[in-house]
């Protein structure tokens, strides 16, 4: 079963910045998309921004601009530097494959494997 370790969270002020790292166990790192994820306090976990096989990021609107994805395939890590952060952008973050089909695109399962996550806070 795939392990996911997410790293990096802490607290900042508001414009600051964080650099997040996920390593991803199993040989089948490079063959996904994958995904962060945030899951503000209250709220259910959303997809932030995805980054292809390829290489491609795609971001939600919310951090376009001030968020930026990649991944390194040799080391099977996936990080997200955060810039310009802001107080709503405070949560639990965790990395994921992200899946996309012929009927669209979606996050595993909550039944899925998933890390334990990295906590950002942001205060304002």
């Known amino acids: 079963q795939v392990q996911l370790r997410e790293s990096g969270g802490g607290s900042v002020q508001a414009g600051g910045s964080l650099r997040l790292s996920c390593r991803v166990s199993?040989?089948?790192?490079?063959?996904?998309?994958m995904g962060w994820y945030r899951q503000a306090p209250g709220k259910q976990r959303e997809l932030v921004a995805h980054i292809t096989v390829g290489g491609t990021p795609i971001y939600t609107d919310p951090v376009k601009g001030r968020f930026t994805i990649s991944r390194d395939n040799a080391k099977n890590m996936v990080y997200l530097q955060m810039n310009s952060l802001k107080p709503e952008d405070t949560g639990v973050y965790y990395c994921?494959?992200?899946?996309?089909?012929?009927?669209?695109?979606?996050?595993?399962?909550?039944?899925?494997?998933w890390g334990q996550g990295t906590l950002v806070t942001v205060s304002s």
């Open positions: 199993g040989t089948t790192f490079s063959l996904n998309h």
């Open positions: 994921n494959y992200y899946y996309c089909r012929t009927n669209g695109c979606y996050a595993p399962e909550t039944t899925d494997a």
